[in-house]
C-alpha cells in the first residue's frame, strides 16, 4: 500500500553532519562538477528533442537517447545534486509492515553548520532554475505535440514531465516540509494580494 510520509518533524539530512551558519554562505560554486551535471542532462535532453530531425533521422535512436537522457537526470538530481546543493534529499523506504513511505529530508539546525559544508546562494539558484524551468519547458512539448498531432512523441515528452516533475514535487516539499505547509504558504500568499488590491482600490477611492 502506497502512502505519503504524514509526519511533519522535519530529519535531519545526516547524523553525523555539524550543523552550518547561515551567514557563513558564499556566492562562490563549491561543487562545480554537480553543478554542470544537474543541468546537463536535462538541457541535452531538451536540445535533443528540438534537434532531433537535424541530429538523425530515426526517430527510435532519438526517443531511446532522451530517455536515457531523462533517466540519468532523474537519478543525479535526486541522489547528489540535490544533497550538495542545497541540502535537500527525499525518497521511498517500505517499513516493516510492508508499507511505502516518502521521506522528505532537510538540513536542520543550519545555524550551527560549519562554513565548508553550507550549500552557496549561486549553487541554490542554478539548482532551482534548472529544476523549474525544464519540467515547464516538457510540459510545453507535451500541449505542442498534442495541437501538432505528433502522438509519436507524446510517451517521450510525457516522460520528461513525470521524471523532471516528480524531482520537482520532492524537492518543494523538502523545502516547504509538509502538504499542509505548501497548502498554509498558498493560503498566505493570495491572502496578500488580495490584501494589497482591496488597499490599493481604497487608496484610489
Not at 551567514?23 to 542532462?41: D, E, G, M, Q
Not at 537522457?69 to 535537500?88: A, E, M, P, Q
Not at 511505502?100 to 541554490?124: H, T
Request: hydrophobic fraction near 45%; glycine fraction near 4%; include cysteine.
Amino acid at each position: 500500500m502506497l502512502r505519503l510520509d504524514s509526519n511533519d518533524d522535519d530529519v535531519s539530512l545526516f547524523d553525523a553532519e555539524e550543523d552550518t551558519a547561515r551567514n557563513s554562505r558564499k556566492s562562490k560554486i563549491k561543487h562545480p562538477v554537480a553543478s554542470f551535471f544537474h543541468l546537463f542532462f536535462r538541457v541535452s535532453a531538451v536540445l535533443v528533442y528540438l534537434l532531433c530531425e537535424l541530429l538523425s533521422s530515426s526517430f527510435i535512436a532519438c526517443m531511446v537517447t532522451i530517455i536515457l537522457l531523462l533517466s540519468c537526470d532523474f537519478w543525479t538530481v535526486k541522489n547528489i545534486t540535490g544533497r550538495l546543493l542545497v541540502g535537500l534529499r527525499w525518497w521511498n523506504q517500505v517499513d516493516e509492515d510492508g508499507n511505502s513511505r516518502w521521506v522528505f529530508e532537510s538540513r536542520k539546525g543550519q545555524a550551527k553548520q560549519l562554513p565548508a559544508s553550507l550549500p552557496s546562494d549561486s549553487e541554490a539558484r542554478i539548482f532551482w532554475l534548472g529544476l523549474i524551468i525544464c519540467p515547464v519547458l516538457w510540459v510545453i512539448f507535451t500541449f505542442t505535440a498534442l495541437f501538432s498531432f505528433k502522438i509519436k512523441w507524446l510517451a517521450v515528452v510525457i516522460m520528461g514531465v513525470v521524471l523532471q516533475g516528480a524531482n520537482l514535487y520532492g524537492y518543494v516539499r523538502c523545502k516547504v516540509g509538509t502538504r499542509t505547509n505548501l497548502k498554509n504558504m498558498a493560503t498566505n500568499y493570495f491572502g496578500t494580494q488580495f490584501l494589497k488590491q482591496a488597499l490599493s482600490k481604497q487608496e484610489e477611492s
